[in-house]
């Protein structure tokens, strides 16, 4: 009879004489088996300070060196680090696109489809030059309306008079 301790709980347990042969029997049960295949280790989340593991594939994709828990806590971390200046659209201080096109008086309604919640709207240049922010050059679009224009041909030739 061939009594073993577990190698990651120390539980003595019975296993098979020729198991034990074999190699097999260095745990007492499966959740053991699998804490023994974890490589990976616990970090904390950046914004809330939970405990989480990650995997050495995860460990060496964070760019920023920062873990978090979920999407909620890096999405804090995210609007606290890309606002005002930091921001991709800040020039002179504003940010242009959006605010042109309010100053300017045109109503934000989509130019295809005539939607008019803010939420979901967009500014979209023209001519595809983002530097070129001429009132002429923007208009609002939602952003189904701005996918399909930048990913669908045949919406974009028709409606090239309108955007």
């Known amino acids: 009879m061939a009594i073993v301790r577990c190698k990651i709980c120390s539980k003595e347990f019975y296993i098979k004489p020729n198991h034990l042969q074999k190699g097999w029997g260095k745990y007492c049960s499966i959740s053991c088996r699998s804490k023994a295949q974890l490589k990976g280790k616990l970090v904390k989340c ?27 806590c890096q999405t804090l971390w995210r609007n606290s680090q890309y606002i005002g200046d930091k921001s991709r659209n800040w020039k002179n201080g504003e940010q242009s696109y959006r605010n042109i096109l309010k100053r300017s008086g045109k109503k934000p309604i989509c130019s295809l489809c005539n939607m008019n919640n ?14 070129n922010n001429n009132i002429d050059n923007l208009t609002w679009v939602c952003l189904n309306c701005h996918y399909l224009i930048h990913h669908d041909k045949e ?5 090239k008079n309108i955007i």
């Open 118 to 131: 803010e939420k979901v709207l967009v500014v979209h240049h023209i001519d595809h030059i983002r530097t």
């Open 155 to 159: 919406l974009y030739i028709s409606n």
């Open 46 to 72: 950046f914004i809330c300070n939970k405990e989480i593991y990650r995997s050495p594939k995860n460990l060496t994709k964070s760019i920023s060196g920062k873990y978090f828990c979920s999407k909620s």
